[in-house]
């Protein structure tokens, strides 16, 4: 099998219900071409973050097949499939280390150049200059505090310094102020271009560019259109 390169990807009659709670996603039919832009929208449970677990592979769906390339993930090694995409979560996880450890986890040969770059496209530039002790200040729960919206910037650097083919984005921008938020929707729309990119959020000014918009209610997308149509 090939390593995903071009990032399209595939939810063909994808569901999935929790174990323990019976909640999950029903039927799921969604097609997002290769360098185009996905937004999912819908209420608080209605089940956007369980697809993106699905697409990889924190859980398996019980029918149904995911594809990235027309190959189905289950069929990827989860090393492969996981370098394809470049994580943003809904919940960011930064580890004991410094701030130079958490943007190049997953890529330890990165170079300087290559941090810096990530962290100016994720507007974390700025702040990170202003630490104690710049990319070596030391984070996590030994480390400095840092914002919930820093936090959401030193994990989308990470995410971009993979540079991989698809991004996904669930609330990646949510604790950011709006000046912060559209300067990085400036630089998502400058390296998001020839990469496939499915991000959940709830600003209007974050989805209005998607080239589809899928709205999800209930475990189910119940339509699907660009900003315009919706
Ligand atoms: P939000 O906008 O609040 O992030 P969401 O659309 O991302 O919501 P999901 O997190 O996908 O929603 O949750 C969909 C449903 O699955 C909800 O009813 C939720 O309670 C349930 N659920 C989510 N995670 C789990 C889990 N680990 N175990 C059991 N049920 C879960
Ligand atoms: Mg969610």
Redesign the pocket.
């Known amino acids: 099998l090939v390593e995903p390169v071009r990032g399209e990807v595939e939810f063909a009659g994808v569901s999935f219900r929790?174990?323990?709670?019976?909640?999950?996603?029903n039927d799921i039919d969604l097609t997002v071409p290769a360098g185009n832009t996905l937004a999912?929208v819908?209420?608080?449970?209605?089940?956007?973050?369980?697809?993106?677990?699905l697409l990889l592979r924190f859980?398996d769906s019980q029918s149904g097949e995911i594809r990235i390339d027309g190959q189905p993930i289950r069929g990827l090694s989860l090393i492969s499939l996981r370098r394809a995409i470049g994580l943003v979560s809904?919940d960011v996880y930064l580890f004991e280390g410094s701030v130079r450890d958490n943007i190049a986890y997953g890529r330890p040969e990165a170079d300087e150049a290559a941090i810096v770059e990530a962290a100016r496209t994720a507007e974390a530039w700025d702040f990170i200059q202003a630490l104690p002790q710049g990319l070596d200040t030391p984070v996590g729960e030994r480390g400095v505090r840092l914002s919930g919206g820093q936090r959401q910037r030193l994990s989308l650097a990470r995410a971009l310094l993979k540079d991989p083919p698809i991004l996904v984005l669930?609330?990646a921008t949510s604790a950011v102020d709006n000046e912060t938020e559209a300067a990085i929707q400036r630089s998502l729309a400058k390296i998001g271009h020839g990469r496939t990119v499915i991000m959940?959020a709830?600003r209007l000014s974050t989805i209005v560019h998607a080239d589809e918009i899928a709205v999800?209610h209930a475990?189910r997308v119940v339509e699907r259109g660009t900003h315009a149509e919706l």
């Open positions: 929790y174990p323990n709670s019976g909640e999950g996603v999912l819908g209420a608080t449970g209605s089940g956007k973050s369980t697809l993106i677990k859980h809904q669930d609330e959940i709830h999800v475990g």
